[in-house]
């Protein structure tokens, strides 16, 4: 399902080169994980997509209190990543439920460390990605999309990914490539 864009764009590569770059620089680095947790399964309304990831236990942790069966499950972090984010300069916000920052403590986290321009990137451009952007934004933060560290699905009736670089040019304060933006982190 995620094929296209993430292997055109080779997207887990740039997330990589982003995530290096920041550790190299001294840049903080902050994750917006999705998890649901038991309880959550309990919700009397959702969407399509949220409805399917429930009913796959896509995500799912078995409580916000331990980290018990995270190792390797689909809520863990992707096996060549995850020493780029168990890092020092790496803060992990509280989860993202539906696709949004909007329920989580990720803006608070930026504000604290007085940071109002953010690099995006991540595996859901349409879904996860986009609505972190226009959350962000109407927070009053600048955005630079990392577009090819950033993927999407290719549905039967359409490219997720294109759609949502639509929608990046049209909202984001920029959209570049990932050798782009390393290079104004090492400047």
């Given at each position: 399902?995620?094929?296209?864009?993430?292997?055109k764009?080779?997207?887990?590569?740039?997330?990589?080169?982003?995530?290096?770059?920041?550790?190299?620089?001294?840049?903080?680095?902050?994750?917006?994980?999705?998890?649901?947790?038991?309880?959550?399964?309990?919700?009397?309304?959702?969407?399509?997509?949220?409805?399917?990831?429930?009913?796959?236990?896509?995500?799912?942790?078995?409580?916000?209190?331990?980290?018990?069966?995270?190792?390797?499950s689909?809520?863990?972090?992707?096996?060549?990543?995850?020493?780029?984010?168990?890092?020092?300069?790496?803060?992990?916000?509280?989860?993202?439920?539906?696709?949004?920052?909007?329920?989580?403590?990720?803006?608070?986290?930026?504000?604290?460390?007085?940071i109002?321009?953010?690099?995006?990137a991540?595996?859901?451009?349409?879904?996860c990605?986009?609505?972190?952007?226009?959350?962000?934004?109407?927070?009053?933060?600048?955005?630079a999309?990392?577009?090819?560290?950033?993927?999407?699905?290719?549905?039967?009736?359409?490219?997720?990914?294109?759609?949502?670089?639509?929608?990046?040019?049209?909202?984001?304060?920029?959209?570049?490539?990932?050798?782009?933006?390393?290079?104004?982190?090492?400047?």
């Amino acid at each position: 399902m995620w094929g296209r864009a993430s292997k055109k764009n080779e997207t887990v590569a740039n997330l990589k080169k982003l995530l290096e770059a920041a550790h190299a620089t001294g840049t903080p680095v902050f994750v917006s994980p999705h998890y649901y947790y038991p309880t959550d399964h309990g919700w009397k309304c959702s969407g399509a997509f949220e409805t399917m990831m429930h009913a796959i236990n896509m995500f799912d942790r078995k409580g916000a209190l331990t980290v018990e069966g995270f190792e390797g499950s689909g809520a863990d972090w992707e096996a060549t990543m995850k020493p780029l984010i168990e890092h020092d300069n790496v803060v992990i916000s509280s989860p993202h439920k539906v696709f949004s920052p909007k329920a989580n403590d990720l803006s608070l986290q930026l504000r604290k460390r007085c940071i109002d321009k953010i690099i995006l990137a991540g595996m859901s451009a349409n879904l996860c990605v986009k609505a972190h952007m226009r959350d962000l934004i109407e927070d009053g933060f600048e955005i630079a999309i990392a577009k090819d560290a950033t993927a999407g699905a290719m549905l039967p009736k359409g490219d997720s990914y294109e759609a949502a670089l639509l929608n990046f040019h049209m909202i984001a304060s920029s959209v570049q490539t990932t050798d782009d933006l390393v290079s104004q982190m090492q400047a």
